[in-house]
């Protein structure tokens, strides 16, 4: 590479530099752009194919692209500010102002000094038309706040480039435009927006009670003039408390939302009033509550707006559909993948995989929340990372060794410790105690989950306590000390009432059974409850509890001396565990097979593959003869996108990670 180049080469290093600073999304600089200015600038008709020898550019058929260690940060930062403004206004003056008035008022902006409210006009309505997106939307209301005289002016302009910057995933250019409009005198929408986007980074990377202070703020400055704006921030208000755990400071975040209520709420306000009246916690506020959430979930169905599909999936959860949380999150993940933007994948990835998790589908919610955690990675979105991290490693806890789960659980709690994320830090110690229970584990299970159904716990979520004590109960019991279970379990009989959880009366049956044997109550009593346990689980059911309850069932049956009917709960649980991927509770079954006398089953892997899809079944074949994503794809007429798509779903589905576990599971099924 040379070490002085060229003055030529200087100049066309300059122009990709300064046609990439205006187009922050782009691989490079636009190589046609480039050409004519090279053509315009009158640089040596060679100069191009010069700097791609000297490895100072690779051009392809769409982009100049700097080559390392030049970054266009650097080159444009290096030259002087006069040769800068000459390298904008030329390639201004080559852009169509009317086809490509964007990227032509971008440059004119950065060829300008001094303040010009016309052109920041201008720029603002350019950055703010349909064919802006992402960081260059972001990036043309920056340079029109730059322009705009005013400091209010100023404010409001930097503040909705912060917004749109963390849209696009610039998290570190929104902290620094907020920073600098919270700074600035401004009208209070300015300074609302600048407190949202603030509480929405404080939200995703930052402690969320910062951020539930912050959108409180926000909400109050955007009442007068915006008040569906208001609204949203009083929504994620709520979302900020729900992340802390504060059911108290849910309800008092949508409180005002009851003025705004009228005869037929909007979705918004009807999701905010709904969960308020559930969080209520009495059986009058959850009838009410649940009629409002189930109208939300309903007038959803065919929505389109990521926001009112995620409220949608979480009203679902909340009332018991976990079908329809499972379908509205997943179409808000098609929504998002289309339309944008790229932080909320992660986001709803992360409803995806905790709506499986909630449904027993354990493998797709693994396959979610580990796409999750690298989109919240690459977003800059650390709390998000976190809750992932905390659903992996409940997941974990079904078929990894104990060194897996707790490295997921570490990775969640360094983040949700800090920023007060406790969800996630309830979610990790369910993991742990669930992986200690399979592991035959219980006092170690028991003494984790106990401070968490302490009456007045401060370290259990709300909405996850309930949840936790048919692990505590069946830990209570197999540690041969019952009593600890029965206060929480009274309070999961009451919470099973209100119909929340459509596995809760069946865990419920089950634990009354495990608790009855532990304190040697008569068989008649035992084998009733369990009975009524098995007779609960819902049709269809997601498999996995109901072998958790035909496990329980045969382990008494056995240790009561009758294995014959023992071993048939034993088969079935084991089937059942190795179909959902639960590897460690299926080598339970099997252990407690052996000991009344009987091999343990396999798993039927042609079994597995009936689950798959036609076209899944033709990737996975594929796979197994040794193919390409890329031949695949060529193969099936279909991009490289499509078959990644469906491979991550086969892995999901059949339980296996690598294509190595995927031809051979194949190959056993279609020998």
């Not at 979302?239 to 918004?268: I, T, Y």
């Not at 590897?583 to 597995?608: I, K, M, Q």
């Amino acid at each position: 590479m040379p070490e002085d180049p060229t003055p030529d080469a200087k100049a066309l290093l300059l122009l990709t530099a300064a046609a990439h600073h205006n187009d922050p999304d782009a691989p490079g600089a636009p190589a046609a752009l480039l050409l004519r200015a090279i053509r315009a600038a009158e640089l040596a008709p060679d100069v191009l194919e010069s700097a791609e020898r000297a490895d100072l550019v690779h051009a392809d058929a769409e982009h100049l692209v700097l080559e390392p260690p030049r970054t266009a940060a650097a080159v444009y930062g290096a030259a002087p500010l006069r040769d800068r403004q000459a390298a904008h206004r030329l390639l201004a003056a080559l852009l169509d102002p009317d086809r490509d008035r964007l990227a032509h008022l971008l440059h004119v902006a950065s060829a300008t000094t001094e303040p010009n409210p016309d052109l920041a006009r201008e720029l603002a309505a350019a950055a703010r038309g349909t064919a802006a997106t992402g960081a260059r939307r972001a990036l043309g209301l920056r340079r029109a706040a730059a322009l705009a005289p005013e400091p209010s002016a100023c404010a409001a302009l930097l503040a909705e480039a912060a917004e749109h910057a963390l849209l696009a995933g610039r998290a570190d250019w929104a902290r620094r435009w907020t920073a600098r409009a919270r700074a600035l005198p401004a009208d209070p929408t300015a300074r609302g927006t600048a407190a949202r986007v603030h509480g929405l980074i404080a939200l995703h990377d930052g402690p969320v009670a910062d951020a539930h202070q912050s959108f409180l703020l926000a909400a109050r400055l955007l009442s007068a003039n915006s008040p569906d704006r208001a609204t949203r921030c009083r929504l994620a208000a709520a979302e900020a408390a729900w992340a802390l755990g504060d059911a108290a400071a849910f309800r008092d975040a949508v409180a005002p939302l009851a003025d705004e209520s009228g005869p037929g709420p909007g979705d918004a306000v009807a999701y905010g009033l709904g969960m308020r009246a559930v969080l209520r916690a009495d059986l009058d506020g959850v009838v009410t509550g649940a009629a409002l959430l189930r109208g939300v979930v309903n007038r959803a169905e065919r929505a389109d707006d990521i926001d009112q599909l995620l409220r949608a999936g979480a009203a679902a959860l909340v009332v018991g559909d976990l079908a329809a949380a499972g379908r509205l999150n997943g179409r808000a993940l098609a929504v998002a993948r289309v339309a944008g933007p790229v932080t909320a994948v992660p986001r709803i990835l992360e409803h995806l995989a905790y709506s499986e998790l909630r449904s027993g589908h354990h493998l797709r919610a693994r396959a979610h929340a580990e796409e999750g955690a690298v989109a919240a990675c690459q977003t800059g979105q650390r709390n998000l990372m976190a809750h992932h991290h905390a659903i992996l490693a409940l997941v974990a806890s079904l078929d990894d060794d104990a060194t897996t789960v707790r490295g997921h659980a570490d990775a969640a709690e360094a983040t949700a410790a800090a920023h007060g994320l406790r969800q996630a830090t309830t979610l990790t110690s369910w993991a742990l105690a669930r992986a200690d229970l399979a592991r035959g584990r219980p006092n170690e299970a028991a003494a984790r989950l106990a401070p968490l159904l302490r009456p007045g716990a401060e370290h259990a979520h709300f909405a996850l306590r309930m949840l936790t004590v048919p692990c505590f109960a069946e830990a209570a019991a197999l540690s041969g000390t019952p009593e600890p279970a029965r206060l929480p379990l009274a309070e999961f009989a009451v919470w099973a009432e209100f119909a929340v959880d459509p596995q809760a009366p069946a865990q419920l049956a089950r634990c009354q059974a495990l608790l009855a044997a532990a304190e040697a109550r008569p068989p008649g009593e035992v084998e009733a409850a369990y009975a009524t346990a098995l007779a609960r689980h819902p049709q269809p059911d997601n498999g996995f509890e109901r072998a958790r309850t035909l496990l329980a069932y045969g382990r008494w049956l056995r240790r009561s001396r009758r294995p014959a009917r023992a071993r048939d709960l034993l088969r079935e649980a084991q089937v059942t565990f190795d179909r959902h991927g639960a590897r460690v509770w299926s080598a339970h079954a099997a252990a407690e097979l052996r000991a009344t006398g009987a091999p343990p089953t396999s798993a039927d892997p042609t079994g597995n593959l009936r689950e798959l899809t036609p076209q899944q079944l033709r990737i996975a074949r594929s796979v197994a003869d040794g193919a390409t994503n890329r031949e695949i794809a060529t193969h099936l007429s279909v991009s490289i996108r499509t078959v990644d798509h469906h491979l991550r779903n086969v892995f999901a589905t059949l339980g296996v990670r690598s294509r190595v576990e995927l031809a051979r599971l194949v190959t056993r099924a279609e020998p």
